[in-house]
């Protein structure tokens, strides 16, 4: 579901609800229609403390949800310091810590494609070579159906770059007429705005991430 945040400039308090008036919904998915501080992981295979330790190193040196989550995820581990860290937007992180260069993130940032991982998995790696992956259980947050269905029958559009594993789940808590688009980029966001706006909808946008900045500038709300 498609959501975003206020962006496109300075809007009055008129301007806003003129907008607002006329709007068709939009979203990232990530942290947007989930509780990522309470999303719950399973590691395949278990990551030793040694690795734990370097994993929570690098991921606290991000704000995006997921690194968030997998801070909280290794709570009791105590975090190893990680230097020269690196992140690629949208893709994942790099460090070094005492056992190397790690890395995690998506696949594709690993060097391998999805049909190589399991579904809406991250990965990491040690030195170049895969240490395993990490598993999501995605907790929804509560009243999501009832909220959107109030929107009555404007457009609705999820746009995540996460794979399509959660799809049948999604079919049952937004509404039917929700058009979904699974491993978007945030060009791919970006660009389905500017389509919509093109055929003339009025666009609000909800995200939380860096990956929805470009098409949260571009709605109208």
């Given at each position: 579901m498609p959501f975003g945040s206020w962006t496109a400039g300075r809007l009055s308090n008129h301007g806003c609800i003129e907008r607002l008036a006329r709007w068709t919904l939009g979203d990232g998915?990530?942290?947007?229609?989930t509780h990522p501080e309470e999303q719950r992981w399973t590691e395949e295979p278990a990551v030793a403390p040694e690795h734990v330790a370097c994993l929570r190193g690098l991921?606290?040196?991000s704000a995006?949800?997921?690194?968030?989550?997998?801070?909280?995820?290794w709570k009791f581990v105590q975090a190893e310091v990680v230097v020269d860290v690196e992140e690629r937007?949208?893709?994942?992180?790099?460090?070094?810590?005492?056992?190397?260069?790690?890395?995690?993130?998506?696949?594709?940032?690993?060097?391998?494609?999805?049909?190589?991982?399991?579904?809406?998995?991250?990965?990491?790696?040690?030195?170049?070579?895969?240490?395993g992956w990490l598993l999501p259980e995605q907790v929804y947050r509560e009243g999501l159906s009832e909220g959107l269905d109030?929107?009555?029958?404007?457009?609705?559009?999820?746009?995540?770059?996460?794979?399509?594993?959660?799809?049948?789940?999604?079919?049952t808590i937004l509404p039917a007429s929700t058009e979904m688009r699974f491993r978007q980029s945030p060009?791919?966001?970006?660009?389905?705005?500017?389509?919509?706006?093109?055929n003339g909808k009025h666009v609000?946008?909800?995200?939380d991430g860096l990956n929805d900045a470009g098409a949260l500038a571009a709605s109208d709300v």
């Amino acid at each position: 579901m498609p959501f975003g945040s206020w962006t496109a400039g300075r809007l009055s308090n008129h301007g806003c609800i003129e907008r607002l008036a006329r709007w068709t919904l939009g979203d990232g998915q990530t942290g947007t229609l989930t509780h990522p501080e309470e999303q719950r992981w399973t590691e395949e295979p278990a990551v030793a403390p040694e690795h734990v330790a370097c994993l929570r190193g690098l991921v606290q040196h991000s704000a995006h949800p997921i690194s968030r989550s997998l801070h909280s995820h290794w709570k009791f581990v105590q975090a190893e310091v990680v230097v020269d860290v690196e992140e690629r937007i949208g893709a994942g992180l790099q460090g070094r810590c005492s056992a190397g260069i790690l890395r995690i993130g998506s696949p594709a940032y690993l060097g391998l494609t999805d049909a190589q991982a399991p579904a809406h998995a991250t990965g990491w790696s040690l030195n170049g070579h895969l240490g395993g992956w990490l598993l999501p259980e995605q907790v929804y947050r509560e009243g999501l159906s009832e909220g959107l269905d109030q929107l009555g029958p404007d457009p609705i559009a999820l746009l995540t770059g996460d794979g399509d594993q959660e799809r049948s789940r999604l079919q049952t808590i937004l509404p039917a007429s929700t058009e979904m688009r699974f491993r978007q980029s945030p060009k791919d966001k970006l660009n389905f705005v500017l389509d919509w706006q093109k055929n003339g909808k009025h666009v609000a946008m909800v995200g939380d991430g860096l990956n929805d900045a470009g098409a949260l500038a571009a709605s109208d709300v």
